[in-house]
């Protein structure tokens, strides 16, 4: 158990190289993956059970110590990144499969990743884990309610299908993790250690199938696509920042406002894409998954540095 502990410590200090290792195969080899596109739901399940294993009540008890700032946060996160989302497809003339993607990707809750990054660049990441949660926990009804608003110009929206999913590939594998921890403590703490590497498996293997099954429109479509994808994050970014900085927050919380905007559960938006639309429309939720990685991580190391700087000219004093 010590060895695989190791190797998901690893695994989960290198997700990013491990969502471009598999991406890439996807595209290279999409024939080993187009067949596993209907487990997709399955794979999220499991990557939320994991999710599920890792609640705690310390993680809801700060929603109550705090409620502004994770409203704040939840309530930026709904907002700015569905917006963006609308206002890019409609700016940029998106093709309605494209611009249907990206505007669900933008309606997603946040992604466990985004916790890993306000961690890395010494954010405030009880904060960012209390925004997540709940962004998860409300998604059932803010996704597709978002989704419904602003994509029914594109095409016609299954609410009741979007929600049925969600709860199905989302809020149930969570609550099953977490009566599997409540029920078998000391069993679920143990696994605890080797979930990095069973939920970047999950997510990769998603990303794989997504673009093993869209290789052809990756290949006609992808500069536009990434293009979007990259302007979406960054601009997210930008905006979670100054979002936080308008309410006064300090800078260890504007971190954690900023990586909660701008990193998306891109797994569920691949889910629910692949299920409800054309296959394209998944394809800007996979490369979502693998730029905001990239983004994600380089970001949090500046940020990390600057602050080691800060507090190296403080002491020097």
């Known amino acids: 158990m010590n060895a695989i502990a190791k190797v998901s410590r690893f695994v989960g200090r290198t997700f990013s190289l491990w969502v471009i290792l598999f991406a890439c195969l996807g595209f290279f080899l999409p024939g080993i993956f187009v067949y596993l596109k209907g487990y997709i ?26 409620p502004a700032e994770v409203l704040i946060g939840v309530v930026g996160h709904y ?80 609410g009741g299908a979007l929600i049925r999913d969600i709860l199905m590939v989302v809020i149930l594998p969570i609550i099953l993790g977490v009566i599997v921890k409540t029920l078998f403590k000391k069993q679920a703490e143990a696994s605890v250690q080797v979930l990095p590497l069973v939920s970047t498996l999950a997510i990769v293997i998603i990303v794989a199938i997504v673009v093993g099954g869209s290789k052809s429109k990756i290949i006609e479509s992808g500069l536009l696509i990434f293009a979007v994808v990259i302007l979406h994050n960054l601009l997210g970014f930008v905006l979670g920042y100054l979002f936080a900085k308008l309410f006064r927050m300090n800078p260890s919380k504007r971190k954690a406002i900023l990586f909660e905007t701008g990193m998306q559960n891109s797994g569920l938006g691949a889910a629910l894409a692949s299920a409800h639309f054309n296959p394209i429309a998944a394809v800007p939720s996979a490369i979502f998954s693998v730029w905001h990685n990239i983004s994600g991580s380089l970001l949090a190391t500046w940020f990390a540095r600057k602050a080691d700087s800060e507090a190296a000219s403080e002491a020097n004093r």
């Open 41 to 66: 739901s399955l794979l999220l399940g499991i990557a939320m059970f994991g999710m599920g294993l890792t609640l705690s009540s310390a993680d809801f008890r700060e929603v109550f110590r705090r």
């Open 79 to 158: 907002i700015i990144m569905p917006l963006l989302a609308y206002l890019l497809a409609r700016v940029l003339n998106l093709p309605p499969d494209i611009a249907v993607g990206v505007i669900l990707v933008g309606c997603c809750p946040s992604g466990t990743a985004s916790n890993v990054m306000t961690l890395l660049s010494k954010g405030d990441v009880a904060l960012g884990v209390s925004i997540a949660s709940v962004s998860t926990l409300i998604a059932p009804l803010a996704t597709p309610a978002l989704i419904g608003l602003l994509a029914g110009r594109w095409m016609p929206i299954d």
